[in-house]
């Protein structure tokens, strides 16, 4: 058999995940720390997990927070009676951008965990893409049955 290997990036963070004949080889980079691990996949489960963030909270502060900038400056601009120095609005104006901008900017939860087994693999569900995520992780499992079964023979149930 080949080795197959996917790679996942996601702001600082890097995974890269290399697939042997009888083993999955992890690495994690991140700015903080960088571990590296083996799982046999006899050790892994068959089951995979999907988990997506869908709540409309991120949109809704993004949306009402870039709104209250803008509206902001438009409300001193159109106000002349001066009650606030123009540095201040601006500052102000400036830290709700910068507070949505964080907002857009901050990662989903979009994991893809192959567990049910003594061993769990937590995979970014779309990076690089959805389908080849998929596709690694049905050839991870597709060789953890030819591994078990050569192992403990072809009547195992899943």
Known sequence: MNTLKLIQMQGFTRNEFILSED??????????????????????????????????????????MGLFSILFVIANVADHSNHMKTWVWILLSSIYAWFATVVYLSPLNNKLLLGYGSQAIEFLSDKPSEKEVQDFVDEIINRSTIVMQRKYGSDIDF
């Open 23 to 64: 083993t999955l080889s992890v690495k994690q980079f991140t700015i903080s720390e960088n571990k590296e691990w083996i799982v046999r996949l006899e050790d892994l489960g068959h089951k995979k997990v999907l988990e997506k963030d869908t709540s409309y909270m991120r949109k809704g502060l993004l949306i009402s």
